[in-house]
Each structure stands twice: as C-alpha cells, then as structure tokens.
C-alpha cells in the first residue's frame, strides 16, 4: 500500500506514491465530475418539459409589432421578451423552450434506434464469429467510412426535412460506431466459461445472448449513448441550419442558429443563446459520457 519512503530527520516516514496517489485523485474525479453535467441537462430537460408553463408566448405565431427587441438587460430591452425577439417578432426564449424539446427529443429517438439497430449488428457479429462477423463489420466499416454529415443532407433533402425523417436519419447514421464498441465486448464475452458453458450443453444461441451477453454490454451501451447523443444534438442542429432538418417556422435550436446568422450586428442574440444552449448540452453530455467511460472501464480502476 505504501509506495514510497522518504527520510525526514533520522527517520524513515511513510508517504503517498504515485500510484496512490493517481488512484485518490480518480476516486476524487469520480465523485465530483458527473454533478454539474447531470444538473445541466436536468434543467434543459425541465425547460423542455414544461415549456408550456414557463411562457405564454407561441413558438410559431409572428408578431410584426414586436420585430428585433433586444434582451431585456439592454437598453431598448423590456422585460416582456426577457431575451428579445427575432426578425419575426417572435419570442426567444419562447423558441428557445420548445426548441430544446425538439433537438433534446431528436437527439434521444435517434439514439433509441442507433442502439437497437447497433446492439443487433455488434451482438450477431462478435457472437457469431465467422463469415457473418467479416460481412457485417465491412458493412460497417464502410458506413463509418462515409462523411456522417454530408450524407445525413443528402438523405435529408432526398426523403424531404421533417421531425420523423430527421429521427430515422440520423439513428441511421449512429449506430456503426455503437456497433464496434458491442461487437469488441461480444468478442470478449463469448470466450468466457459460462457461455461456453451454456453453449456445451445446448442452450439456444439467441437465449445465450439474450441472457449473458447482452446484460453485460449494458455498461458499453450506457457509456456509448451519452458521448454519441451529444454529437446527434448537434448534427440536427447542423443540417437545420443547412435546411435539411427541421423546417421553419417549428423551432429548433439550429433553425434559430440559421434565422440570425445575416443578422449579427443588428439581432446578435437570436442566433447567440441557442448556440450556447448547444455548446451547454453537448459539452455536459461528453463530460458525462467520460466520466462514465472512467468509472465503468476496468482499465481505470485500482488494480
């Protein structure tokens, strides 16, 4: 336990190594980092949750009378639109409400199906073996190949921009590097004695999967979908800004982005606050996700 001496008046006194020391630092980094990214996403779940209750204001309706008011802390601003309107004259924080709820819910849904399409792949490839593995991971391969962003638009714009096609879209463009990740763990978990165990006295292969391998992916899989839902937050918010994702007027935070980006110098913050909600939800979803990867990875914990 004691990993260094060290001489201190004549005697000899214990103190903490490097190795202690790096593993008090990661049991500190494990208690302490997940509290502000949870908390984070917590109140954007709320805002999008109740966003009826927290605005009187139409996500949609214009309002000609009411065009570019800045935020309320500003000079021309009133606390009615506490941060402004846009170009038209539609409430910020009224679309900044119900824009969480279509990108958080977008970036949910396309993970539901990224990890069912995933989990299937990655279980049948690492459990199976053989042929059936090398023709399902060059498929793969090949998807993780393609640029995710440039062919999220084509499809897009071919099957036309809406909420459902956005979500089949991008769960489609997610789930190879899901299935990596579980066919590595599959790989691993066929070897184990209990399987071949189950294996050596005749139990269903589908039955072996279901009852040991994929329980024990489940830590994989949790870790996987935090750090991928953020990267999915903002690939819809990247092809609504390019057209190919949620179409105007419905809110979304990459629309808002797209409505304010000819208007910096005169309605800087249409476009400011909904890239910082993204910035925020992104950034606490991959903290999350690492925090996950350290406590879950046995290659991170005490040996």
Request: aromatic residues 8%; positive net charge.
């Given at each position: 336990m004691v990993a260094g001496y060290r001489e201190n008046t004549g005697l000899l006194t214990s103190v903490p190594g490097p190795a202690r020391i790096g593993r008090k630092a990661h049991r500190r980094r494990l208690k302490l980092a997940p509290g502000l990214p949870i908390a984070v996403l917590i109140v954007f779940a709320g805002l999008a949750i109740f966003a009826p209750l927290l605005t009187s204001y139409s996500?949609?309706?214009?309002?000609?009378?009411?065009?570019?008011?800045?935020?309320?802390?500003?000079?021309?601003?009133?606390?009615?639109?506490?941060?402004?309107?846009?170009?038209?004259?539609?409430?910020?924080?009224?679309?900044?409400?119900?824009?969480?709820?279509?990108?958080?819910?977008?970036?949910?849904?396309?993970?539901?199906?990224?990890?069912?399409?995933?989990?299937?792949?990655?279980?049948?490839?690492?459990?199976?073996?053989?042929?059936?593995?090398?023709?399902?991971?060059?498929f793969t391969d090949v998807m993780l190949a393609l640029p995710k962003l440039l062919v999220g638009l084509v499809i897009?714009?071919?099957?036309?921009?809406?909420?459902?096609?956005?979500?089949?879209?991008?769960?489609?463009?997610?789930?190879?590097?899901?299935?990596?990740?579980?066919?590595?763990?599959?790989?691993?978990?066929?070897?184990t004695e209990y399987v071949r165990y189950s294996m050596a006295i005749g139990v269903l292969k589908p039955l072996v999967c279901a009852k040991h391998v994929i329980p024990n992916i489940l830590s994989t899989l949790l870790v996987a979908t935090t750090l991928e839902v953020g990267s999915v937050i903002l690939t819809e918010a990247s092809l609504s800004f390019l057209g190919a994702g949620i179409p105007s007027p419905q809110p979304s935070w990459g629309t808002m982005i797209a409505d304010g980006q000819g208007m910096m110098a005169t309605g800087w913050w249409i476009s400011l606050f909904p890239g910082l909600c993204i910035g925020a939800v992104v950034i606490s979803c991959n903290t999350l996700g690492d925090w996950l990867r350290d406590k879950y990875d046995p290659r991170t914990k005490d040996t």
């Open positions: 996500p949609t309706t214009q309002n000609l009378g009411t065009v570019l008011i800045p935020p309320a802390w500003t000079a021309k601003g009133t606390t009615a639109h506490l941060l402004g309107t846009d170009s038209f004259g539609i409430d910020v924080f009224t679309r900044l409400l119900y824009g969480a709820r279509v990108s958080m819910s977008i970036g949910l849904f396309s993970m539901l199906i990224a990890v069912v399409i995933g989990t299937l792949i990655g279980v049948a490839a690492g459990f199976l073996g053989g042929w059936v593995d090398s023709v399902l991971m060059r897009a714009i071919v099957i036309g921009p809406s909420y459902g096609n956005l979500i089949l879209v991008l769960g489609f463009l997610t789930w190879p590097r899901i299935a990596r990740l579980v066919r590595g763990d599959s790989l691993a978990i066929r070897q």
